[in-house]
Every structure is written in C-alpha cells, then in structure tokens.
C-alpha cells in the first residue's frame, strides 16, 4: 500500500487532518486501533473555541455543529463569595460552541465516508519505520495479515497511549509532567441543564463543574480522590454531593436523573518536546495532554491539525519545506499557553489535599480578582474562548 501521508489515530485529530488533507488533493490512509463503533463510544470533550469551528467549518463537516451546537458567549463561576459570569463577548468579543467531541467525531467520520477516504479500523501491531529517512513506512496488522503502508510523511494522533511518541528516541524526547492529586467523576444524564451556560465551582468540598451538551442532556463532573472507584459511586450519592458544591438556587431546581454514563478521568499537564522527528509528526494527546479544567484538550488538538495540515499543504503544493520544518515551534508556542491556562484554572478551583492556609487565601483571592477586575475576566475570557493560532 502507498500512500503521501499516514495517519496513525482515527479520533479527532487524525480524521480532521486527512479531511483536511483529502480536500486538498492530498491522499491519506488512517489505521484506527479500534472499531468505529467503539471510538464514537467515548464521552470526552463539550466546549469548542472559535478557531476548531472555524476549522470544522473549512473542512466540511460543520453542519449538524451549526444546526445543533449551542453558542455560549460566558459561564458562571461559583465561590464562597457567590456566583458570578465572565462574558466572553464583552471582554474578548469572542463565544464557544458548547458541542460534545461524540458529535464532532461522527461528523467527522461521516465527512470522510463522503470523500471515499481510506480509515482501517481494529488495526494492531502498528510500527513506524525509517522516519528519519526520506521514504518512511508503516507496517500493521488487519485481520491476521501483515500490511505494509508506505508514504511520505506520518502524523502520530493515536493520543497519549500510543505508538508514535515512543518512536521517537527517548534521547531526543524532552518530557514535562504535572499529576493532579485528585480525579474528575463525571456522568452523562438526559436532564435538563442546572444553567443556561457553564458553572465551573470553587467549594470547601471540592471542585463541581456543571456543563451540557443540549437542552437535554447534562454532563457534570465533582473533583474526587484518586482512591476513590466509579462503583464507590451510586448516582444518589453523586446528585447529592454535586448540589453540596453548586450554589442553592441552583442546586434547588437541578432535575436529576439515571447515569448514562458514569467515569472518573485522572487529570495531568503533559507536553513531549519536540513534537517532530523526521518525517513523524505529533498530533493532539500524543504530544500534550492538559487537565480539563480549561476545556482545552480536544482545541489543542485542532490548532495542531492547522499547523500541519498548513504545513503539508505548503510542502506538497509550493514544494515548500519550511512551515514542516517549524511545525514542533508553532504548535509548542500555543500548547503552552494552554498548558499555563489549564494549570491555572485547575488551581484556582480545586481544593488541593496538602493545601496550607496560605494556599488557600492566595486562591481566594486569585477568585476575587476575576470576580472585580475586568481586566483579569478579559484574560480569562481571551484564554477560554482561544488565543489565536
Ligand atoms: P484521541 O485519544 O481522542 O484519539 C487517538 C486515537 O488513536 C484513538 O481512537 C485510539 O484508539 C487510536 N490509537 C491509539 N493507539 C493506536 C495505535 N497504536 N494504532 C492505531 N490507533 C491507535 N478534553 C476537553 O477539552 N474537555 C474534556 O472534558 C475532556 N475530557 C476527557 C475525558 C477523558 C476520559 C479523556 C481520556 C480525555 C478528555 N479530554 C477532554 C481530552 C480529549 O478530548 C482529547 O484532547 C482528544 O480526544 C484528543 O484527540 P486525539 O488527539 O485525536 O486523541
Ligand atoms: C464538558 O462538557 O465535558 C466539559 C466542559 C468544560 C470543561 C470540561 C469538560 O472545562
């Protein structure tokens, strides 16, 4: 098999990357681990900055976004001091699309299925080789039977478990990590909303985030121990706890339901530098992983796909080299500013175990200050909503 760019990973990253590249006359074949089935099961991501719509939008599998996304232009914040909003519109004149990565991963796959493009699910054995060379190739198994891909280029976006950032030599490898001493419980429901927009909860108890995907579906999500087990958890027990950290009136009227889906999730900061070698390209969580505190994993993933779509097409269309040989710079610059923004947000909300008193006033008043000062709301809004790509 031959191919210009392989794409290992068939979430987010890898299938908006080849529509990307597909649309513009650019030949990919992606090896997907798993069953389509098993990858549309997953329940991750709800918040899009503007530029993964925008980018959602150029690659042709925007229109379910755009019929039933929900734009939201603030969300809540919930202290001891009570509840408060930051208006993205008014301090970054900018919104989000509140949107599940379930739907933009079905658009996705259904884009592709359009185009005719070529994704291999329940592949194993994957193994890159020759990257470094000027003829790289895959080689994998489908079905029992050994496979080889060749190609011009591989772009890693098989996520934090897979292969492609081990392929690249642990002496090259620079890698950051912060773990979080605590864990998100999150279920799915099919209640109505707690709010017309997010409520992110800084409570004695713990942190609470109160999100949706529609006016019928609820996602909530309370800060847990690590030790703590999804079974320790019945859904009474999480509804009551959830109403402990969500401000009364809300918790009041909150309609509660039956668990649809029911995980906990550990939360870290993770970034591999670089992001390249040879003619291997990270992509999404195999290069960067950010507790979801910002909302902001899934939007890195799509400023990378950008970059290297940008790059690509550059290289195969200007025979221009130069944006491939700077991809791993220009992605790292904003997966960094992401990286501070999540850890911050994770901070500033959650109630840490070893936290001193002195902690715990500095948070106080880190809250304060987004509560009075429309210049630290207009900060976190321009985080929030994107910063530029
Ligand atoms: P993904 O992990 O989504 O996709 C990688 C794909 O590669 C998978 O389909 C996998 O099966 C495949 N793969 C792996 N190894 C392979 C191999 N060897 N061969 C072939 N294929 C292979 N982000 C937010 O913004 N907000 C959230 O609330 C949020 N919640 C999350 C909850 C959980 C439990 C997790 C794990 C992540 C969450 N994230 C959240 C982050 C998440 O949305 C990621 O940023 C997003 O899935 C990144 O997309 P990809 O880079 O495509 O990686
Ligand atoms: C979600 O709806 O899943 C969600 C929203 C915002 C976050 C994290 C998760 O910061």
């Known amino acids: ?70 734009p939201h232009e603030g969300c809540y914040l919930s202290t001891a001091e009570g509840m408060f909003r930051v208006d993205f519109k008014a301090r970054a004149n900018s919104e989000v699309m509140v949107y599940g990565q379930t739907e933009v991963t079905r658009d996705l796959y259904e884009a592709q299925d359009s185009l005719g493009a070529t994704i291999l699910h329940e592949v194993h054995d994957v193994e890159l080789h020759d990257v470094e060379s000027g003829a790289p190739y895959v080689t994998f198994v489908q079905d029992g039977k050994a496979q080889r891909l060749a190609c011009d280029y591989i772009a890693g976006c098989d996520g934090f478990h897979g292969v492609s950032r081990p392929t690249i030599p642990a002496a090259v490898r620079h890698e950051f990590e912060k773990v979080y001493p605590f864990g998100w419980l999150g279920i799915l429901s099919r209640t109505k909303p707690a709010a017309d927009e997010l409520i992110y909860a800084n409570h004695p108890r713990g942190f609470a985030l109160a999100s949706m995907r529609n006016e019928h579906l609820s996602r909530y999500y309370i800060q847990v121990p690590l030790t703590d087990k999804v079974e320790d958890w019945s859904d009474d027990a999480f509804w009551a706890e959830l109403k402990r950290r969500l401000p009364e009136t809300v918790a009041a009227q909150m309609e509660t339901g039956p668990s649809i889906e029911k995980s906990i999730a550990p939360l870290r900061s993770f970034v591999c530098e670089p992001m390249q070698f040879g003619r291997l390209f990270l992509v999404g969580d195999a290069a960067h992983i950010v507790p979801p505190t910002g909302a902001k994993g899934l939007n890195l993933a799509a400023s990378d796909v950008h970059y290297l779509f940008t790059a690509l097409k550059a290289a195969y269309q200007d025979k221009d080299l130069s944006l491939l040989a700077g991809y791993s710079d220009k992605a790292l610059a904003r997966v960094w500013g992401a990286m501070r923004f999540s850890w911050w947000m994770t901070t500033m909300l959650h109630r840490f175990p070893e936290q001193s008193a002195f902690d715990q006033k500095v948070q106080e008043n880190d809250l304060a200050q987004l509560h009075h000062l429309p210049s630290a709301q207009e900060t976190m809004a321009r985080n929030y909503v994107g910063l530029p790509y």
């Open 1 to 70: 098999m031959k191919t210009q760019v392989a794409i290992i990973g068939g979430g987010p990253s890898g299938l908006l990357l080849s529509q990307l590249l597909n649309l513009a006359g650019i030949s990919t074949v992606v090896l997907e681990r798993k069953s389509r089935d098993y990858v549309l099961s997953r329940i991750r991501a709800g918040v899009l900055e503007e530029g993964m719509v925008d980018l959602l939008r150029q690659a042709g599998a925007s229109a379910r976004m755009d019929a039933e996304g929900h």
